[in-house]
């Protein structure tokens, strides 16, 4: 047995087969240097080019294909070392196999890289074309196509190995009811998503108000949604809550309410109270800033010390910062008619 070894190493060890071995290797480092030379010059000359076309598209595909391209060269280096050498053969049936599932998973890598650029992809379609994709479904959308690359990739590789993907489907279906069992609260919040895909009571960058929490929605993925609360906390709540909640949309009022009730004293005569009340009501009339419907001011209230009146209307901006100033301008206003006509309020 020595012997024999002893004969396959001294064979080996030829210089002959020193000098092959060189050369593969050689073959090996002149394809790196490929590699290097490709990364330093072709593709920053190729996103050069790219830039100036200002297409994002294929500034996002040379970005996802960069780390996956340069990793083409490491395998076919491999490749040519490997048919140049004698003793090993590249038409070898695992070896052929090792690189086809190489190949395949550098191109799914690349695309699962491009994918995640995708929700960019989406929006400009929104800009240039008349197809409107809701803001909400952005990220289901490029998820998903994140998922059927990988899951395509997984049925080729799998083929590769003369996998019959039927019995691996049928595999899925026997074991569904077990997955759905273990994965109950996981499938609900899928099931909530769907729901708030469907029904769109609110998208991205709107603010909220739920039992749970009140704030502007930052994302939405197939489990939770993130909502950036006033004091810049980030609560990640899950679909399934967030969907059997009510929830109250800010961001689609188009006009916000104010409503405050002035009190005055009993011994202030009637024609200052009507006086009071019809330039109120015509300062709110002849605002710009006031919704021109649902202006109320109304002596509503006897109370225990005091007239309500009650000062009831809707700015037009739903801004929260706008909405205060405007709220704040009309209240001096307000003072200044009751320090004209001489009308004193008192506090509740």
């Not at 076919?76 to 590249?90: D, H, M, T």
């Amino acid at each position: 047995m020595n012997g024999n070894w002893n004969e396959f190493w001294n064979a080996f060890l030829t210089p002959w087969n020193l000098i092959d071995l060189g050369i593969a290797i050689g073959i090996f480092l002149l394809f790196l240097l490929f590699r290097k030379i490709f990364t330093k010059y072709i593709f920053a000359i190729l996103k050069q080019f790219v830039s100036r076309s200002n297409s994002s598209l294929l500034t996002n595909i040379l970005r996802s294909f960069e780390r996956p391209v340069q990793w083409v060269f490491v395998i076919l280096g491999i490749y040519a070392a490997v048919a140049y050498y004698p003793y090993l053969n590249e038409d070898n049936e695992a070896f052929r196999t090792a690189i086809k599932i190489i190949m395949i998973i550098l191109l799914t890598w690349g695309l699962v890289r491009l994918s995640s650029t995708s929700s960019n992809l989406f929006r400009n379609i929104n800009e240039r074309t008349t197809i409107n994709i809701d803001e909400i479904l952005i990220p289901f959308l490029s998820k998903a196509l994140q998922v059927v690359i990988i899951a395509i990739s997984i049925s080729v590789i799998l083929a590769e190995f003369n996998y019959k993907i039927d019995g691996l489907v049928a595999g899925l279906g026997l074991g569904g009811l077990a997955v759905s069992l273990a994965a109950k609260d996981a499938l609900a919040n899928v099931v909530g998503g769907i729901v708030i895909i469907s029904e769109k009571p609110f998208t991205i960058g709107d603010w909220i108000r739920t039992p749970s929490v009140e704030g502007k929605v930052e994302d939405i993925t197939f489990r939770s949604t993130k909502i950036r609360t006033a004091a810049q906390a980030l609560v990640t709540l899950p679909n399934n809550t967030l969907a059997n909640e009510a929830i109250t949309n800010w961001s689609k009022m188009g006009k916000r309410q104010v409503s405050f009730y002035l009190r005055i004293k009993y011994d202030t005569p009637r024609e200052k109270i009507e006086r009071v009340l019809e330039r109120i009501r015509s300062l709110l009339q002849e605002s710009n800033e006031v919704h021109p419907e649902t202006i109320q001011v109304n002596l509503e209230n006897y109370m225990d010390n005091g007239f309500d009146i009650l000062i009831y209307f809707f700015t037009k901006t739903t801004d929260w910062g706008k909405y205060l100033e405007v709220r704040e301008a009309i209240n001096f206003k307000i003072m200044d008619i009751l320090a004209e006509e001489e009308v004193m309020d008192i506090a509740k």
